[in-house]
């Protein structure tokens, strides 16, 4: 295995006129003495080929790109040369410079890390939503209705109507002050120390998601 530090491609040459050239990727990959039998994204690969099924294949590894992760793992960019037709490759014969394939593979796993981060995102959000609906129902929702819409015992806000700063912050004076509650903080003090931030988060998506 050939460790590059720039991205290089051969020249097109009379001898490789018809050749095709293929980019595949592995992010934050543990060990590079794995790399070989590990399932490539992209290209041809197409997660389901690994380096050397690709050789099996009939593509052979022109050229290597490995950087290292912030947390000590492998970013692998494989280029693969077949002189077979394929039915996703890049003909080396095109205009671009190695540069602007390196900038193309880059822009794709930029891509796919913001789509990873959105998906990753929408999941905390519904399991924060699950969690906030056990809680408000346990907890919460005797004394302020079934979507937060009582304002319990005509004294505190319709906590549908609140932002998530707005609740994390009256949670918090009940739990510090003996003052705060309009005469009723005795009621809602037990309940406000035995919640943390992240509870009061998902209190606040599950709210959010039923009043839409």
Known sequence: MRLLKPLTLTLLTTSTLFAQTTMCF?????SMSTIENTKLDGGECKSIYTVKEMKKN?????DIKITTTNKGKYNFIYIFKNSKSSSNFINVN???????????IIKKLEAKKEQERKEQEIKRKIDLKEKGQKIYTKKCQT???SKGEIEAYNSSKKLNSLSLEEIQDAVARYTNSHEYGN????????????????ELEAIYQYLNSINK
């Open 183 to 198: 005469g009723n903080q005795f009621i809602m003090r037990p309940y406000a120390a035995s919640v943390n931030n992240n």
């Open 26 to 30: 592995k992010e934050n990959h543990n």
């Open 143 to 145: 004394c302020h209705g």
């Open 58 to 62: 009939g593509w052979n590894v022109d």
């Open 94 to 104: 095109s205009n671009l410079t190695s540069e602007e394939l390196e900038a193309k």
